[in-house]
């Protein structure tokens, strides 16, 4: 699909896995009554509790139920994979990554008295029967097996349920390359989408929404949520990276969401430059100059804008459990564009 957001070069895969050692793992759960899923990130594939990363949090509006983020904002590390799932899966997946930290600690030989699991919700039950819990240690372990590099987008994962400006969400990504000096570092971004409203839609600096709205008639308030997540290699302050992450809102606003009262806007940013083990004295971390930190702000909002559409248009139209149709914007696009 053919899409130009902003100026600034793609990573290889225009993926949030153009950050080297990330993957992204989905297990969908799709019957007549459950529309779901978990969606996990692995920011590395060696012990991440035993060597954390640089990690910042930003919550813009906080009708969420997220976990892990106290612990984050005190510390400024990533300690476990970041999960991704429903409101109502929120406590049965952080178990579960409890569980899968617990296990892999004792594979390696020490011990874990204390572990500060993520995991990141949006709402999705206008599809999905929300109430059964279809998500538990069995997808979780799931998702986590079948994480790589190239991993899908749309109604997938976490996203299966989820609802963008009133049209199809979920999982979307997108990557920028941002360079300093002689250095290459990348800037990938992966959303999970469940807010807007179709009047407000806008690509390109062209309101589509309102068109689209005349032929399905439906517009709901902003809100819902949208949970993302950046990964860099950038060498970066957990401060740094906290102002960074910011820059997400700008590519939520220049598609025509202003951030309503019920959604939930969860920012999580972590850096695969500077590793900090458990245990330890002094720590020697490169950091970028601040001169330099236009360009990552740019590159975020774009990869942003970019990942938020390509939820929408790898999307295809669900019909929830109560007979609710939600259409894809690539059933649009076309007409629009």
């Known amino acids: 699909m053919k899409l130009k957001i902003g100026r600034m070069e793609h990573g290889a895969n225009n993926l949030i ?31 991440i509790f035993q060597n954390k990363m640089v990690a910042a949090c930003h919550v813009l509006n906080g009708f969420g139920k997220t976990t892990g983020l106290i612990q984050i904002q005190e510390l400024g590390t990533l300690e476990t994979p970041i999960a991704l ?18 296990k892999r600690a004792e594979e390696n030989g020490y011990g874990i008295r204390s572990v500060n699991p993520v995991v990141c919700e949006c709402n999705d039950a206008s599809l999905n029967d929300i109430r059964h819990r279809a998500v538990g240690q069995k997808e ?22 989820m609802t963008c400006h009133d049209l199809k969400g979920g999982i979307g990504s997108s990557s920028r390359i941002v360079e300093i000096g002689t250095e290459r570092f990348t800037i990938g ?31 709901t308030p902003d809100e819902g949520s ?27 606003a220049r598609l025509g969401s202003f951030i309503g009262h019920g959604s939930g806007e969860v920012m999580v940013g972590f850096s695969t430059a500077n590793r900090i083990p458990a245990h330890g004295d002094i720590l020697a971390m490169r950091s970028i100059h601040e001169s330099h930190m236009d360009k990552a702000f740019r590159a975020t909002a774009e990869a942003t804008e970019e990942a938020v559409l390509r939820s929408m248009l790898y999307a295809k139209p669900v019909t929830g459990y109560s007979g609710k149709i939600r259409h894809s914007l690539s059933e649009f696009w076309q007409a629009n564009s």
């Open 226 to 252: 949208c949970i993302m997540i950046v990964a860099t290699d950038l060498p970066v302050t957990s401060r740094q990276l906290g102002r960074i992450i910011r820059r997400c809102s700008v590519g939520l």
């Open 189 to 219: 971004v992966l959303v999970l989408t469940n807010h807007g409203s179709l009047k407000d839609l806008t690509i390109g600096g062209k309101n589509i929404g309102m068109d689209i709205e005349q032929q399905i008639r439906e517009n």
């Open 85 to 102: 799932t429903n409101t109502l899966n929120v406590g049965l997946v952080q178990d579960a990554l409890v569980e899968y930290l617990c």
């Open 17 to 47: 896995t153009d950050v080297p050692g990330v993957t992204v793992g989905h297990c969908t759960v799709d019957t007549d009554r459950h529309k779901t899923g978990v969606t996990v990130i692995l920011p590395c594939q060696d012990d």
């Open 140 to 161: 979780v372990f799931e998702a986590i097996q079948n994480a790589r590099e190239d991993f899908s987008l749309g109604d997938v994962g976490a996203g299966k349920g």
